[in-house]
């Protein structure tokens, strides 16, 4: 299952925090530098996506400036993740039709209401965008 | 004061600030503001002032006085109120928080509520952060909406279900019949939730696992589907369809299959299908080929299978994606303990990986090759490891050197190449040796005196090459030292290489190189000392033309390190100094070591390893003879006392000396000098065992009680610093026998033990005051006839509890008038007896003689009991 689920800039701020296991509020912040530091200087061209962190991996994708991590489970299927993570962020894409950092941080509630339809309980719960784009029209549609 | 207009005004605002502590002022004040706001209890600005809070608690700022404001939020009729309110309460609470039991009322209003996004988003709050407490006051709404008819509401509740059975697995039972159900859901959300939750099932109860194998077909019918649709728009990724739940089947299958033959006989064919029909070039086709292959590896499948699914990851070494190499490597890894044939047939490419730009590749490359080595291939893959030692990262030497030699020490095909390999290493690599592989190879040296020439050589041509590797200088130094004589003397390498004959002013010429090379360090200082002095002794025996003058030259470099600031240096070098006016005490004392007692090599998490060279554990082979009925010994320790042979063999160790001349004042005595007709050796294994010196005997001892009659032993060997002192002290006649009535303990007595045909058999038990329960015993064999006796094979039992570890005999002919000797260790419990069965056989004068006999001399408290 996935542990947390990170989006970070270069810089290292972090856009996006999702947590399925509970970490006290220093332990978060102390992940957040951690998970930075080990992510942000690997080679783009030459290492995997791929990083053992404490007992569990890291999977992580790079898309422009954001780095998408997702923290699971150390016998987890790695591949699958990635391409996990890739849906997450066409979802994305189609959801603010060309998705940049900003939209992250202006709509930040948004983000966290795509995430949920993707993603519940450390697992994925939707693997269709357009199942997924039709329910978040709807929910838009309601408020 | 009032905050800012709404989130979009403060998320500019902050985004303005110049610096960070401009943010805190700005973040702070909007802070105050969302507080005092609070107050008022206005519902209407309420939704502003959380979207607020949150953006500032994104930022990592304090926000939790917003929890209940968020709980509020929640109990709003207006849906937008609620969205919110539930997303505040999943980022501000988490399950150990006691505010969440304010919730639970509100998920469980929500879960009944007639607008199915209401619902919807109660769920996602529950999966989210449910707490124990809550999953039980719960579970009862999700199993009710696990039956609901709507797919949005269906699967977010499996997943619920799924949180709840994690927080608590006795709840598992309300969901069984409910999460059968959810396999014949047509909705890919759904199932794939139910899937997952039945996976979690599976993997906390194996009889719930019993009870989902009958739906092993149902799955493989659902795999078959998504393998042989073609193009379905929904679900499509990169023309595979739906690869997420494809995994999350072949995942479940797994758990399946797992030790049940018959559902993986159900699954066997689809696998295979899996396996050749997904496309392999792009990520996604190949996270299902990794999944299969792990299910294939796990489940009871048929060896085409297997190979197959070894043949995949092979086929994974030569991707270009770093991502499928190393989830390859990885997994060969997991698979090579259980299947190392398959794994051996993709070595080339394992040991490419090597040389992969990514470290993590790398890493795992190596790991895997350590694996792989084994008799028929050592060879190979060795050269292969020492060719990539010289490029590999630093991090990685110290594992390397380990692993190389462990392996060498293990598969050598002879004590040459095993040499060769461990030279070569420490040529590469010195710096980077573990303490136990050094020892390992001094071992190694000691123990093949027919290669001492060769190594030697070659540690002499490597070190005149290169000082910079500390442990092939320590490792040089150290046989330069011991086995000086033996370079000097020449030999041949069979190679056909040409040998540079070396000279006793070369080896010094070089040592004092090393002395005042930038990379000498203390350690290597003190084996230069160490070496040096044994120099002295080995070089004098050949009587070399330039002798008189090296020996002088020898005595300056150690006089040299007299005032030396590092004390240790500075003690060697007075004491060898002192020694080097003790002409007679100093060959003996600096004479060849023993061969250090061999032993394999272990390492850490090394475990299994072949003894190298003769270490026996004779235990097994004559125990059956014993039993455990060791009854009648025949053999008191009256018959022990044997005057004339006792004194005999004292006169053998103490040789021409009287016994006061040698006697010390201090604790340690010196050992008495081998002088010339005895086999010093035995002394000399005796005082490598020994860690605490016994007292010294007097003279009285000899003459009053032959039968307690002690055999002195010291603790002065090559590097001996606190007890060369005591060589010089002057002696007392009075001293030793006062010492020897305070410490009867430490003396050792011998109990002969056998005596037939002018055979003799003695036995000398000593005990370590450190370790009561191991003692070591000195078996002498003793010849007092005129012929020699031949073949002489000594068998040792003892009782089960007690463990027994022989060494190799001295000699297994003892010529007429001559001793040999034989040493061996039993570890006993405290305060057992220690009872002996003996078989000896021995040819003398063309007659075989076999006997069998029990021993049980030794006094009771030998063992330690008081």
């Keep these: 299952m996935i542990k947390f689920i990170l989006v970070q800039n270069r810089q290292g701020k972090t856009r996006l925090s999702k947590w399925y296991s509970p970490y006290d509020d220093d332990e978060k912040v102390r992940l957040r530098g951690e998970v930075h530091r080990l992510i942000a200087p690997r080679d783009q061209k030459y290492q995997s996506n791929f990083v053992e962190f404490r007992n569990d991996k890291i999977v992580y994708r790079r898309y422009a400036g954001l780095f998408f991590c997702v923290c699971v489970d150390s016998n987890d299927n790695e591949l699958a993740y990635l391409e996990a993570i890739h849906l997450f962020v066409e979802v994305l894409d189609a959801f603010f039709q060309n998705v940049c950092e900003l939209d992250l941080v202006f709509s930040f509630y948004k983000v966290y209401a795509i995430l949920d339809e993707v993603f519940l309980a450390g697992e994925i719960e939707e693997t269709s965008k357009q199942v997924v784009l039709d329910r978040l029209d709807y929910l838009e549609k309601l408020e | 004061m009032s905050g800012h207009y709404n989130l979009k005004a403060l998320i500019k605002a902050i985004r303005s600030c110049k610096t960070l502590a401009d943010e805190r002022a700005v973040i702070q004040k909007e802070s105050a503001a969302v507080r005092t706001s609070f107050k008022e209890e206005d519902s209407f600005t309420r939704y502003n002032n959380i979207a607020k809070l949150l953006y500032i608690h994104m930022l990592g ?291 490419d990986c090597l040389r992969d730009g990514d470290i993590s590749i790398r890493r795992r490359a190596l790991e895997l090759s350590y694996a792989l080595v084994n008799e028929s291939n050592v060879r190979v893959m060795i ?266 063999l004292l006169a053998d160790i103490f040789g021409t000396g009287g016994g006061s001349d040698l006697s010390g004042l201090g604790s340690p005595p010196p050992q008495a000098n081998g002088g010339g007709q005895q086999k010093s050796a035995a002394a000399d294994i005796m005082s490598l065992f020994d860690s605490s010196p016994s007292s010294g005997p007097g003279p009285s001892s000899n003459v009053t009680s032959p039968v307690t009659s002690p055999i002195q032993t010291s603790s002065a060997g090559a590097s001996a610093s606190g007890s060369l002192f005591d060589l010089v002290t002057p002696s007392s006649q009075s001293a030793p026998a006062a010492q020897q009535q305070q410490q009867p303990k430490t003396q050792l007595q011998s109990y002969t033990a056998y005596e037939k045909n002018g055979l003799k058999i003695s036995l000398t038990p000593k005990v370590s005051p450190t370790q009561p329960g191991v003692i070591q015993i000195l078996a002498r064999f003793q010849n007092s006839s005129v012929e020699s006796v031949n073949g002489v094979n000594f068998q040792v039992a003892v009782p089960k509890t007690q463990q027994l570890q022989m060494q190799a005999m001295s000699s297994s002919d003892v010529a007429a008038g001559a001793t040999e000797t034989q040493q061996m260790r039993i570890n006993a419990p405290a305060g057992a007896a220690i009872r002996l069965r003996m078989r000896i056989s021995y040819t003398k004068s063309g007659q075989t003689v076999t006997d069998q006999q029990d021993f049980a001399g030794f006094p009771a408290d030998l063992t330690g009991s008081k």
């Design chain 2, 61 to 351: 700022y304090p926000a939790h006085f917003g929890q209940i404001e968020c709980l509020k939020l929640v109990a709003s009729p207006r849906f937008a109120d609620k969205r919110l309110g539930y997303l505040g309460i999943m980022l501000l609470l988490d399950e150990n928080q006691e505010v969440l039991t304010l919730v639970t009322n509100s998920l469980k209003n929500d879960m009944n509520h007639s607008n199915m996004y209401a619902v919807g988003l109660a769920l996602c709050t529950f999966a989210n952060i449910s707490s124990e407490e809550m999953s039980r006051d719960l579970a009862n709404e999700i199993e009710k909406l696990l039956g609901s008819s709507n797919t949005y509401i269906r699967k977010k509740a499996a997943l619920c279900a799924l949180r709840v059975i994690r927080r608590v697995p006795d709840l598992m039972d309300h969901f069984v019949s409910k999460a059968k159900s959810l396999l014949q859901d047509r909705n890919h959300g759904v199932l794939l939730a139910g899937i997952t939750l039945i996976t979690e099932m599976c993997e906390l109860d194996e009889k719930v696992c019993d009870e989902f194998r009958k739906a092993t077909g149902l799955l493989v019918k659902h795999l078959k589907n998504l393998v042989a649709t073609g193009y379905s728009a929904e679900h499509d990724v990169l023309g595979i369809t739906d690869p997420f739940l494809q995994v999350k089947i072949l995942r479940l299958l797994r758990l399946l299959g797992r030790g049940d033959p018959a559902s993986s006989e159900i699954m066997n064919d689809i696998l295979a299908q899996v396996a050749t029909n997904t496309d392999s070039t792009k990520n996604v086709g190949n996270s299902i080929l990794y999944e299969t292959v792990l299910t294939v590896l796990e489940i009871e499948a048929d060896s085409g299978l297997r190979v197959m699914a070894i043949n995949i990851l092979g086929k994974f070494l030569t991707n270009r994606d770093n991502n499928i190499r190393y989830v390859a490597l990885n997994t060969l890894n997991k698979v090579v303990s259980i299947d190392t044939n398959a794994v051996q047939r993709h070595r080339n490419t394992i040991l």
């Design chain 2, 383 to 648: 050269r292969e490891l020492l060719s990539f030692l010289e490029v590999a990262d630093n991090e990685f030497k110290l594992g390397m050197t380990t692993q190389i030699c462990l392996a060498a020490e293990r598969f050598a095909p002879n004590k040459r190449w095993q040499i060769d390999t461990v030279l070569r290493v420490l040529k590469l690599a010195g710096n980077y040796v573990r303490e136990e592989v050094l020892a390992a190879f001094i071992r190694l040296t000691c123990h093949t005196p027919e290669l001492q020439f060769y190594t030697s050589q070659r540690l002499y041509a490597a070190l005149s090459n290169d000082l910079s590797q500390e442990s092939l200088t320590l490792a040089a130094v150290w046989i330069i030292g011991e086995f000086g004589d033996v370079l000097l003397q020449g030999g041949t390498i069979d190679d056909g290489e040409e040998v540079k004959q070396v000279t006793d002013t070369d080896i010094i010429d070089l040592l004092e190189l090393v002395l005042s090379s930038p990379y000498t360090n203390t350690l290597i200082r003190q084996f230069v000392l160490t070496a040096l002095s044994k120099l002295s002794v080995r070089f004098s025996e050949l009587s070399t033309p330039q002798q008189s003058h090296n020996q002088d030259r020898i005595s300056d470099i150690l006089n040299r390190f007299s005032s030396n600031l590092e004390l240790e240096i500075q003690q060697r070098s007075v004491e060898f100094s002192h020694l080097f006016e003790l002409a007679n005490v100093k060959g003996g004392v600096l004479e060849r070591m023993p061969p250090p007692e061999i032993r394999a090599t272990i390492m850490g998490t090394v475990s299994e390893r072949k003894p190298v060279g003769s270490t026996r554990t004779d235990k097994d082979t004559v125990v059956d003879l014993i039993g455990d009925d060791l009854t009648s010994p025949t053999n008191g320790s009256s018959s022990a006392a044997s005057g004339p042979s006792t004194q005999d």
